[in-house]
């Protein structure tokens, strides 16, 4: 069978989705080290620093790129599978089996999903487009070799509305119930529960992707908010 017949197989196409969601973890961390930078009282400097060195590093730049191809994938074929899955189960059960089957959080994820991709979408407007294409303001630091894109002023300016703290805080707790079904899922799909690692995958499933991550994201626009 060839690589392009397997993906289009529904085994093919959960493999592809939790290897893009297993990328797609590694980024949000590396995002909230670097987002947590906007609290420091340094006038932006760790902030701003961190922003140009991630938007103007070639390499950076093309995994980047790599990153939102790898976001457009995994959203393409989750709606694949959600589709196919519900195509082949056509007749509603005519008593909901609940947890019998599926929990919670694995009937909500078409949802949280799309609540996500939508912030995502506002989120890239707001920030990215702006740095590399909108008109910011530079501010010059000690010991830094030129002026840098001052974006710490611009995500103070963008959370100075509670509008969009609200909407942040809601996309927080989306991506919240989505990482801890789409870790575990992640985890079956390539075999790598075990009696022995149950307990720490769970942990990490829960606490670390769906409890530390997006609480430390959703403090970011609230303390700039209140600050």
């Known amino acids: 069978m060839k690589w392009s017949q397997f993906f289009n197989t529904s085994i093919g196409k959960k493999l592809l989705v939790g290897a893009t969601g297993f990328f797609l973890c590694s980024f949000v961390l590396v995002h909230l080290a670097g987002n947590l930078q906007l609290l420091k009282d340094d006038d932006g400097k760790a902030f701003n620093t961190y922003a140009a060195f991630m938007g103007h590093n070639s390499l950076i ?3 980047a790129w790599g990153l939102k191809i790898v976001i457009l ?3 393409y074929v989750a709606i ?9 189960r056509p007749v509603k059960y005519a008593v909901n089996p609940g947890n019998q089957t599926s929990s919670w959080f694995s009937r909500q994820m078409a949802i949280m999903g799309s609540i996500l991709f939508i912030f995502i979408v506002i989120h890239l407007v707001q920030f990215w487009g702006q740095f590399h294409y ?5 501010k010059t630091y000690e010991g830094v070799a ?3 894109k001052d974006l710490y002023w611009l995500s103070y300016d963008v959370f100075k509305h509670g509008l969009f703290v609200v ?3 809601i996309a927080m707790i989306a991506l919240s119930f989505h990482l801890i079904h789409g870790f ?3 985890c079956q799909t390539f075999g790598l529960n075990h009696k022995k690692y149950n307990g720490l995958l769970s942990f990490i499933g829960i606490w670390v992707f769906g409890v530390a991550i997006p609480i430390g994201f959703a403090i970011i626009p609230v303390v700039i908010y209140f600050k």
């Not at 909108?134 to 530079?138: C, K, M, N, P």
């Open 134 to 138: 909108g008109q910011i303001s530079t």
């Open 61 to 63: 730049q093309f995994i």
């Open 80 to 88: 694949q599978l959600t589709f196919s899955n519900r195509a082949a």
């Open 167 to 169: 909407i942040y805080v």
């Open 73 to 75: 994938l995994h959203a």
């Open 146 to 148: 030129e002026p840098l």
């Open 184 to 186: 575990k899922s992640a």
